[in-house]
């Protein structure tokens, strides 16, 4: 394949051109953008009357993942995120490049998950019904991503920032007056959980992970925030809190309007459901245009930070890279491969199984950070092995019970996930014995 010349490639990356509060917007953007609004009803399918603690727990577990990122980042600043890491950890080898590329085809998922999200709870505000209609908002949506993308980062922070301020305050409003209107009853949390399993509870905790990991998009623009050895980690962390507040706030005035079968049924507009019985109409429309601005947001701070990892993993010539007679930097490049990518998964997967996964594909990514740190950069970056240690016990535990879950009511998904890393993972090694 055709390559550009790699060093081409580190011309959009524009050193301090992000601020502390620039990065904790993008974070805060993919997160919010994903988690709340894409996986509230289907958290709440799995965990039943526990969904509100299934949040609760995938905030704690991702907090002790965010421990290796954190001292990575602090000691290995860098554009590229993830893939630096796992190169430190690694080498540039197979191994950096199969993880990388999980860590690159999940956050390629949660784009289009959102861009579905957007698509299912814009569709609310239509009169009309057709199945051509979800597929055709979600790929707008990911084009007008694309368009913004193309900008300059100091309009993508200024944005980012902005839409991450007005949804997070919208949530918190209409959560806090959905919880005053209901008296502060929860019709779904507070019954007896008799249909929720072990294995369920922890299965819906494996995909309420997803809903945090939005954090890492902060690592892959470490390169370009000002003083990334101290604002990464602040903002990862801020990200982080910010977040996990906002859900269990707006999980609680979920489960305050409806029933958990109500919640399941509406599982791809939850939220838009659950401003029905306290707002009516109104609150219909209120909170569609705060999953609008929402998943918009998410979907451009995504694509911001996965088409600079893969242009990292370019520039270390860890994958094939081909201009395609396109113009620009291999970071322009990588932003179009990825948003194609998300188009043809938004159009042709539906939401449960777009996100289940991607949340396979991050947790064992994400057990590969924590070995990488354990095995090979402990020393160096001053890691607690106790906290290391806890945070892969804590990922083999709910990806083992999500496994067991999706392969007894949904085996696809789990061939899929076998068939995808499999193929990375062949590819990658053709690859690279082809270089040498």
């Known amino acids: 394949m055709a390559e ?3 060093e081409h490639g580190h011309q959009d990356y524009q050193k301090s051109s992000l601020s502390l509060w620039g990065a904790v917007s993008l974070g805060t953007g993919v997160m919010i953008g994903a988690g709340i609004f894409a996986l509230t009803g289907q958290v709440a399918q799995l965990a039943r009357e526990w969904f509100v603690l299934a949040f ?8 002790f993942s965010a421990y290796s990122y954190v001292k990575l980042a602090k000691a290995y600043p860098s554009a590229g995120g993830i893939a630096m890491f796992l190169s430190k950890a690694y080498g540039k080898g197979s191994v950096t490049a199969i993880f990388a590329l999980l860590m690159y085809f999940s956050m390629v998922i949660n784009e289009s998950l959102v861009a579905r ?3 299912s709870y814009t569709s609310q505000l239509i009169s009309f019904e057709a199945q051509w209609l979800i597929p055709l908002l979600a790929v707008g949506l990911l084009l007008f991503a694309f368009s913004i993308n193309i900008l300059s980062n100091q309009f993508i922070q200024t944005f980012s920032f902005f839409m991450a301020f007005v949804k997070a305050l919208g949530l918190v409003i209409l959560a806090a007056g959905g919880l005053w209107a209901s008296g502060i009853q929860f019709e779904s949390i507070s019954a007896i959980p008799e249909e929720a399993s072990g294995g369920g509870i922890l299965a ?13 998009t902060i690592t892959n623009s470490g390169g370009e925030i000002v003083e990334p050895k101290k604002n990464v980690g602040r903002a990862i962390i801020i990200s982080l809190v910010i977040c996990a507040l906002i859900y269990v706030l707006v999980t609680l005035a979920v489960g305050s309007s409806l029933s958990i079968d109500e919640i399941v049924t509406a599982k791809d507009y939850a939220l838009a459901e659950a401003a029905r019985p306290v707002y009516g109409e109104t609150g219909l429309w209120v909170t569609v245009a705060f999953a609008i601005v929402a998943t918009v947001s998410g979907v451009i701070a995504s694509a911001f930070a996965v088409s600079r990892m893969l242009a990292m993993l370019t520039n270390m010539k860890l994958v094939p890279h081909s ?5 620009g930097s291999i970071q322009k490049h990588t932003l179009v491969y990825t948003i194609v990518m998300a188009m043809i998964l938004a159009a042709f997967f539906d ?4 996100a289940s996964l991607g949340a396979i594909f991050y947790i064992v990514m994400d057990i590969a950070i924590h070995w990488g740190v354990l095995r090979h950069l402990r020393q160096k970056v001053n890691a607690n092995i106790y906290i290391l ?3 892969i016990t804590l990922d083999v535990i ?3 019970a999500f496994i067991w879950v999706k392969w007894t009511s949904d085996p696809l998904v789990i061939w899929a996930s076998l068939i995808g890393m499999a193929l990375i993972a062949a590819g990658e090694i053709l690859f690279l014995r082809k270089k040498r």
């Open 4 to 6: 550009h010349d790699h």
């Open 56 to 63: 609760v727990c995938g905030g704690i577990i991702a907090g």
């Open 117 to 119: 999200t957007f698509a």
């Open 204 to 216: 819906g905790i494996a995909l309420s992970i997803l809903a945090y990991k939005g954090f890492t």
């Open 323 to 327: 201009h395609f007679g396109m113009p």
């Open 351 to 354: 939401l449960s199984r777009i």
């Open 389 to 391: 240690v806890s945070a």
């Open 398 to 400: 709910v990806l083992v």
